[in-house]
C-alpha cells in the first residue's frame, strides 16, 4: 500500500475531462487505486478506475484528496496519478 | 386558448404541430432465475455490452466529423457502460442472488445515478441523464429491440417529451424539430445545452406537458416569455408570426456580435458585464469583462432555514469558480418588498417598496448581515471579489454599512482567517436622494452601481409591482437620463468605477445614450450581450453624446424612444 495526499489545483475540479483522463490512467495499472477526499469524514475512499464512483466524489478545485493504490505497481500508479494532478490536466 | 409556463433554456419562437416522443420504455420487473444458469444469463449481459458497444462506436464515428462535442456525449456512454464497478455490480448480482440480467441492469444503473443526483455540482449531477440513458440502451438490447430516435421525423415538429436523452437530441433531426418540450430539466441539463447549440428553442420543466398536449395539436411556443400557448386565436397566430420573423432576422444579425470585443465605432473599449443568480456553470462568463450584480437572494429564497455561513461561503466560492476570473460583484441581500422569506417574520406594511427592505432590513437584523459579510470576506479570499450594498438613500446609510462590514473584519483578522484586506466596497444607486448626491457619495465608496429598475420606480414614483400603472414606468424618460447623466459624470469625476446593471443597460437603446452621457460599465443578462455590442459598434462616441444631450431636451418618454430608434435604424 503506498499514498500520496495533494489538493485539487485545475479550476474545474476532477469534472468530465480531467476525470475521464484520471480514470483512463488508473485503469493503466494492475494496483486496486482508489481516491479519498480528506475534507469530509463521511467520505470512503472510491475506486480511483470507475468514473462514475469519481465523478460522485464531487471533487471541486481546493479539494484535498488522497491517493493510494495497493498492488504490483503502487508506487507507479500514485506517483503517475499525483503528477497528473499537480499538472492541473493541462488547464491553467 | 391556455397557456402552459415553462423555463426558456434556449431562446426562440416556434410556430407547428406537436410530436409527443416516447422513447423506449423499459418494463423491468425484480426476477430471478434458476441456480446453474448463472454463465448463461451473464453471457446474455456481456452479449448486450457489447452490442450497446458497438452501437455507440457507430455513433461516435459518425458524429465526430460533424460534430465532435456530441461525439463526446457517447464517448463518455461508453465510459459508463465499461464501468468497473457497474461491471461487477451486475455480475455480482447475477452470480449472487441469480437476479436476471435486466432487473441486475436496472438495480445497478439506477442506484448509480441517484448517487450523482445528489452530487451538489449541477453538472455532476446532470450526468445522471448519461446513465440513465445508457441503462436503456442495454435493456433494449437486452429485449431485443431496435433503436428509436428522432433522426427520422416526417415532417417539422414542436418535439414534446417528459424528458428527452442524450442519445435522443445528439441523433435527432436537427432540420425537422422546431422546438423541444419536456416536463422536467434545468438550464444545465443535457437537452438544455444540445437545443442551445443547435439554436433550438426550448422550453423545460413544463408540467404535465406530454398529458395536456396531443399529436398533432397546434401550438405557439414562446421560448422567450417562457410559455407554450394551446389552440391560440388567429390574431395570435399572426402576430407571433411577425414576432418569428423578427426574431430570426434579429438573431442572424446579432449572434455574430457575442464574441466580438465591446468597442464603438470610432475604437473606444467599453466594459460588458454579466448579472447572474445562482451557482450554475455558464458558458457567458467568458464573453464579459466582470460580474456587475451577482444576486445573493437565490441562497436564502431557495432554502427551509435561514442559510449558515458556510452554506453562503461555499455557493460565493463557486461563483467565483464559474466566473473565470471576472471580478465578482456580490450584492448583499436585498429582500422585502416582493420578495419574501418563508422561515423569517416580516411585518406587513402599508408600502412594502418604500419599507423596510435590503440594506434597511438589513442593518435591522444585524447577525443576519453579518453572517452573510463574513461569507462574502472568507470567499474573497479565493477570487476577485467585491461587495455592494442595495437601496442606499443617505449617506449615513453607507457609513453604517460600513461600519458593519469593518467589525467583521477586525473579528476575522483577530480570528486569523483570510479574506482580502483591499476588498472594495460600493453601493446601488437607485434611490434618487443619493443620485442627486453621488459626488458626495462617491467619496465615500469605492464603486457604485446603478439599479435603473428601481431608480425609475422611486424617481417617477411608480410601484413597478402595480400593472395599472405600467404606463407610468418610464425608464427611459428623460429625467430618468438627466440624473443619470449626473451620476455618471460625478463617478467619473472623482475616479470611482460606475456601472449599470439595471434593465436598462440591456437595453439597447438605452445602453447607447448611456454611453453619450459618459457610461462605459454595463452589466446585464446574457441574452442581451450581442444586442448591445451590436447596437454601440455602429456609432461614433461623439455621436452618442450627441445623442445623449439631446434626449435630455425632449419632452417625453415616447420622444426618447421614437428619436434613438430611428438613429439606430438610420445605421441598419
Redesign the interface.
Known sequence: MYAKKTELKN?S?L??RPA?EF?AMA?QFESKVTVQRLDDEAALPA?A?????I??Q?L???TPIEIAADGPDEVEAVEKLFELVESKFGED | MRILKGNPVSRGVALGKVYIYKAFKADVHESYFEAGKEEEFFRKYQDAVANAEKELDSIVTAMSESSPEKAKIFTAHIEILMDEEVQEGVKEMIFESRTMPDYAVDEVYTTFATLLEKAKDPLIAARAADLRDVRNRVLRILKGEKESNLSSLRENVIVVAHDLLPSDTATMDRNRVMGIITEVGGATSHTAIIARSYKIPALLGVADATEIMRNGDNVIMDALAGKVLLDPEKETIKEYQEKLVEYIKEERETSQYLDKIPLVASGERYSIGLNVGSTDPDENFKYVDFVGLFRTEFVYMGSEHMPTEQEQFDAYKRVLANAMGNPVTLRTLDIGGDKTLRYMVMPKEENPFLGNRALRLCLDHIDMFKTQLRAALRASAFGPLQIMFPMVGTIDDIRAAKAVVNEVKEDLRTKGIAFDEKILIGIMIEIPSIGLIADMAAKEVDFASVGTNDLTQYLHAVDRMNPAITSHYQSMSPSMFRILGRIFAEFNKAGKPISVCGELAGDHLGALVMFGLGLRKFSMNAANISRVKRTLSLFTLEETEDIAKKVQGLSTEAEVISYIKGEVDKRG
Open positions: 479550476a475540479g469534472h468530465a475521464s480514470v485503469k475506486n478506475k470507475s468514473i462514475i464512483k465523478l460522485a464531487g471541486a478545485v481546493g
